[in-house]
Each structure stands twice: as structure tokens, then as C-alpha cells.
């Protein structure tokens, strides 16, 4: 869809004053591009896939505090963890940009690649109209009057322009900033569970008379609390897009991976725990309660500061997306499923043409309304997890021989296993949702639909690639 839009633009339609506006905002001291290092692109993966424990409300709320540590601690050993090595063998030994979908199509063959690709990019309609949704609902605590009617809109829209402007000045401006953000987003938490912890050792004198009760609350929907808990551990191989553009991802992809993933659970388990203690109500959790927990914790302007961390959190993931999900359609069209104006690049590597076309279609996003997005993002995902522990079985076989500066211990039948276990969480995944709507049909339904989509898309891609052939031999 996206290359029938786009396939008769050329760079000649854009004026010669819009590109030099486009050079001289993305340009930076010393010129050329500067590539992501480790601290940078550690902070990017965390706000990919976290950015701080916003979101996880749900857990609690529905499953309560006992179930939401036991889930928060276990899944990682079944979910992040595999995948983390995974991805940290795959980046290491195939930096190339496009990340998973460069390694699928290089095991699988350009079919399967490109579905990798859609279903990623397919996800992304999702997963991108979630978190301007969010920075509006934390903006509105301390804004009302912004958020009121279109404003919200508006400053939805502001959100993805922001974005996009950052991402045009290149994925080390990305980077560099979200090392920055990630201390102001966390920074309130910190507060947050000094005053629960010290709550909590009051026992009786604390605001809820003493530690929380660990069971179940009134409301309970246990396979709710737990999609949400996957959905808040998934998002690593949105990182290795850009491996093309990291300073060394031999040695930093295998170390960010597994890192990252000690730093989310850890960034999960803790504030949780606190509260925990602290005798809060598992039954006050819902989207936006750490807020309220901020406000029973420290008053009103340790709120005020979680209110404004969400906001910079919510921000600083859409941001980190944006440089994720615009490295494919620039990698698409390098193999030729795009039109070539898609190759096209500013001086500091940003893909402009992929980042303005993204943001647009995530703009246009904005207006629709979806029922259980993150059930719709978690499966279209997990099928892309799938076909990317398939890549690395078959490339143990296939290519032996292959340089791994980073290997997954133990003999060949060892990453099998591990991409054993996220299958059968998206098989549990696809059972809890089997009630779950979405446009008028069940979400696995929906989820189906879009990622067979794909296979009509790949056959308007070959027509598009073969056009493009045509016109070079011509040239």
C-alpha cells in the first residue's frame, strides 16, 4: 500500500529550499553520520520495549500483587531471556540494517523475509497509536484544557512531528537524548520507593494500615493482567534495525540485549514491590494509576512529576520506534520491494523519505479507534518472533561456517529450545484472546487477516521490484 502511494515521487517534486530546510535541521557538529555507541543504544532498546513501569497498571489491577510478581519475575526466563540471545548471536554476526528482516530473508529466502517485514511494519499501525493516546492521558492531569475535544488531536499530531523531526537529525540524536530522558522518566520512581518503602515500615500508621494484601482483586481477569505483562516485555529485535548505523555491534548487540533485559524486569518487579509494601490496594490499578500512587506516596507534587515522566516516557518510546519501524521500508526498497525513492537518505544517515512516510501513516492512525490494541500488537509480533528463532535454526545449519562473535552456548539443538518456549507463550496468548473483538471479529481473527494480508502485498512488491529492474537496464 505504501509503495502504490509513494512510487511516483521524486526528489525533483520537493523544492530546493524544503531539502536544504530538511539538510540544515538534521545537520550536526562535525558532520557525516555518527553512529549509536553502547550507553546510547542501550537506553534506545529500554524505551523500546519499556521506558520506565507505565503500562503495567493492568497486571496489578487485574491479577493483583502476588500474581503480577510471579508473572513479572518467571516470563522473562521464558520470553525476554531466550530472545535476548537470540537476538544478541543474529545482530552480532549479521549487522546489517533491517535487522530481522535482513537475517529471515537471508535464511528464509526474500518471501519470508518480506513477510517479516509486514507483519513488523502491520504492527506498528497498532503500536504507534498507542503511546500519543497515552502522553494525552498523563498531559491531561496537569493540562485539562489541552486535551479538551480536538486539542487532543492536535497535540497527538505535535507528538509524531516532534518525533520525526528528532529521528531526522539521526539515530545518534536519538540515541545521545534517550540516555538523557531515561534518568527523567525513572527519576519520580526513584522517590516513589524511598516514601513506600518507608511507608511500609510504618506497618499500622501507613495510609492503608500496613502492607497490601497479596491475594486477588475484587475484579480479577487473570488472562487480561497476563497479555499485558507480555505485552510489556516484547519489543527487543526493534533494536537491531539500525545495526547498520551502531558504532560496533559485534560487541555491544549481545551486551545491550541481555542487559536491557535485566534492567526492564528489574524496572518492573521494584516499584511493584514497594507499592506492595507500602499497603496500596491492588484494586486502585488501572491505566494511569501510578499517579494515583504517586499522590497517596508523596503528595501532590511527587504526582505531578510521575504525570510529567509519563509523558517524556510515552514520548521517548515513540521516538525510539520511530527509529526502529523507519529503518524497513529504507531496507525494502535497497532490495527492491519499493520504489527507490525510498533509499534516499540525508547526510547524517537519517532515511527521510521512510521516516515522513511512517509518521504519516501513523498520523493517519491517530483518527481510528481499535479495540484491544495491544492484544493485535502482541500477536502480529509474536509471529514475527517466531520466524526469527526459525532464521537462526536454519542458519546454524546453513551456514556453519558464518563468523558469531556472540554464540549461543551449548550444541545446535540449543536455540530450538529456546525459540520452544516464546511459541508456546504465543500459543497461551492466541487461547486467552480467542474472546477478545476487534473491528467487529475476534482479535485472532483480526490478527490473521492482516498477516495474510501480507502475501498479496509481497506479490504488489515483485511488480513494483520488477518495474524498477526494468527502468535501470533501460537507464
Not at 42 to 64: I, K, N, R, W
Not at 298 to 324: K, Y
Not at 395 to 405: G, Q
Request: glycine share 10%; with cysteine.
Amino acid at each position: 500500500m505504501l509503495a502504490l502511494r509513494f512510487k511516483k515521487v521524486r526528489p525533483a517534486y520537493f523544492t530546493a529550499g524544503a531539502l536544504r530546510l530538511l539538510e540544515f535541521f538534521s545537520r550536526k557538529r562535525g558532520g557525516g553520520i555518527r553512529k549509536l555507541r553502547m550507553i546510547p543504544l542501550l537506553a534506545a532498546t529500554y524505551f523500546m520495549v519499556s521506558g520506565g513501569p507505565y503500562g503495567l497498571e493492568d497486571v496489578v489491577g487485574f491479577g493483583g500483587y502476588k500474581f503480577a510478581l510471579l508473572v513479572l519475575f518467571f516470563l522473562p526466563f521464558f520470553w525476554s531471556f531466550p530472545t535476548a540471545l537470540m537476538l544478541g548471536e543474529l545482530a552480532a554476526a549479521i549487522p546489517d540494517e533491517g535487522g530481522f528482516y535482513a537475517w529471515v530473508r537471508r535464511a528464509l529466502g526474500p518471501f519470508w523475509g518480506f513477510q517479516e517485514a509486514w507483519l513488523s511494519l502491520a504492527a506498528s499501525v497498532f503500536d504507534m497509536a498507542v503511546y500519543p493516546t497515552t502522553f494525552v492521558l498523563y498531559l491531561q492531569h496537569i493540562a485539562p484544557a489541552l486535551t479538551e475535544g480536538h486539542r487532543a488531536l492536535v497535540v497527538q499530531l505535535v507528538v509524531v512531528a516532534a518525533a520525526l523531526g528528532w529521528n531526522l537529525r539521526g539515530a545518534s540524536a536519538v540515541g545521545e537524548g534517550s540516555v538523557r530522558m531515561w534518568f527523567v522518566a525513572l527519576s519520580p520512581y526513584f522517590v516513589l520507593i524511598g516514601w513506600a518503602v518507608w511507608l511500609g515500615m510504618k506497618g499500622a500508621n501507613g495510609p492503608y494500615g500496613g502492607h497490601a494484601s497479596m491475594g486477588p482483586p475484587a475484579t480479577r481477569d487473570f488472562a487480561t493482567a497476563f497479555l499485558v505483562a507480555m505485552w510489556n516485555y516484547m519489543g527487543w529485535d526493534n533494536a537491531t534495525t539500525v545495526a547498520h548505523e551502531v558504532d560496533n555491534p559485534q560487541r555491544d548487540y549481545p551486551r545491550v540485549m541481555l542487559t536491557a533485559a535485566v534492567m526492564v524486569m528489574l524496572t518492573y518487579i521494584i516499584p511493584i514491590s514497594a507499592v506492595a509494601w507500602a499497603g496500596l490496594p491492588a484494586g486502585i490499578f488501572r491505566t494511569g494509576a501510578w499517579v494515583d500512587a504517586g499522590r497517596i506516596v508523596g503528595g501532590a507534587v511527587l504526582a505531578g512529576a510521575i504525570v510529567v515522566a509519563g509523558s517524556i516516557d510515552n514520548f521517548g518510546t515513540f521516538s525510539n520506534l520511530t527509529l526502529s519501524y523507519t529503518r524497513l521500508p529504507h531496507a525494502l526498497a535497497v532490495d527492491g520491494f519499493l520504489p527507490a525513492v525510498f533509499t534516499k537518505r540525508l547526510k547524517n544517515g537519517a532515511p527521510w523519505v521512510a521516516i515522513l512516510a511512517c509518521g504519516t501513516l501513523w498520523a493517519l492512525a491517530l483518527g481510528l479507534t481499535f479495540e484491544r490494541l495491544i492484544t493485535i500488537d502482541l500477536l502480529l509480533w509474536g509471529m514475527s518472533i517466531v520466524l526469527e528463532f526459525l532464521a537462526l535454526v536454519v542458519l546454524r545449519r546453513k551456514e556453519p561456517a558464518l563468523v558469531r562473535p556472540f554464540r549461543i552456548p551449548g550444541p545446535d539443538w540449543v536455540p530450538a529450545l529456546l525459540g520452544l518456549f516464546p511459541t508456546v507463550l504465543i500459543l497461551v496468548a492466541l487461547y486467552l484472546a480467542r474472546n477478545e473483538q476487534a473491528a467487529g471479529m475476534s482479535a485472532l481473527a483480526f490478527a490473521v487477516l492482516i498477516a495474510a494480508g501480507g502475501v498479496p502485498v509481497y506479490g504488489l512488491a515483485l511488480l513494483v521490484r520488477s518495474r524498477r529492474a526494468k527502468t535501470e537496464v533501460a537507464a
